[in-house]
């Protein structure tokens, strides 16, 4: 226990972690992390898990070793968090699509069929209360649980999804962003993980390794509105 923690060498690392994460994570981030514990840390493997809800209980078990996702009141007092990126609400609509033309307006985005994201049914969100501020009420007609599922949906239908621009990054190929008229307050993706993990080196490490990676990867900033993805 009085020893000095030993210094990690990621090339003779042999562990596997598992990283709880939303759709849209792994597509947009996680080839450069694979590409990275290729280089450096040949023996390390990792376990992407699908994130159902904020509950921190895997964090407290053990189950899991690392997570992404919002702050919010689900998250347990206890559990550590770094800010990875923050990340913006997009809208996304199909090639050729009516709002692809002309400016589009609160009025005009409101008046579309809509696609909501929503992992636990919830009829409307966020952005349906901005709305609401300016007597504007958006016809939701499909609900589903990811981000992958809304976009696939967008791509070849009259709906119009409203969607994190980072975490869909690599998952809008064929569709086109157009400007979002409203103002939706930016959101901070983080990493979490528990805190009887803080001094375990090679966790350390590998919790640098992800911060890196989503630093590198979202440096290039906001994409260019009304553009094929």
């Keep these: ?15 596997a972690f598992t990283l709880r994460t939303r759709d849209g994570f792994i597509e947009t981030l996680g080839p450069a992390l694979l590409t990275r514990l290729t280089e450096e840390a040949p023996h390390v493997r990792i376990h992407f898990v699908e994130k159902p809800d904020k509950d921190s209980t895997p ?28 990340d913006r609400f997009v809208t996304v609509v199909r090639e050729g699509h009516p709002l692809t033309r002309g400016e589009v307006t609160s009025a ?7 696609v909501l994201v929503s992992r636990r049914a919830r009829p409307q969100s966020r952005i349906d209360d901005l709305l609401a501020e300016q007597g504007l009420t958006r016809e939701i007609t499909v609900i589903v649980g ?5 976009l696939a949906l967008t791509r070849t239908s009259d709906l119009i999804a409203t969607v994190p621009e980072i975490h869909t990054r690599d998952l809008r190929r064929g569709t086109v962003v157009v400007p979002l008229p409203i103002v ?16 375990d080196p090679a ?27």
């Design 1 to 15: 226990m009085l020893r000095p923690v030993a210094a990690t060498d990621p090339k003779t690392l042999t562990r």
């Design 59 to 86: 964090l407290r078990d053990g189950t899991i070793d690392l997570e992404t996702g919002v702050l919010g009141e689900d998250i347990g007092p206890e559990i550590r968090a770094k800010a990875l990126f923050h």
């Design 108 to 114: 005009r985005y409101a008046a579309g069929d809509h």
């Design 146 to 150: 990811s981000f992958s599922a809304a």
């Design 184 to 199: 939706v307050p930016e959101i901070t993706i983080s990493l979490l993980w528990h805190p009887r993990l803080d001094a």
């Design 203 to 229: 966790h350390r490490w590998f919790r640098a390794l992800v911060h890196a990676v989503c630093a590198k990867r979202t440096s290039d900033g906001p994409e260019t509105l009304a553009k094929s993805t």
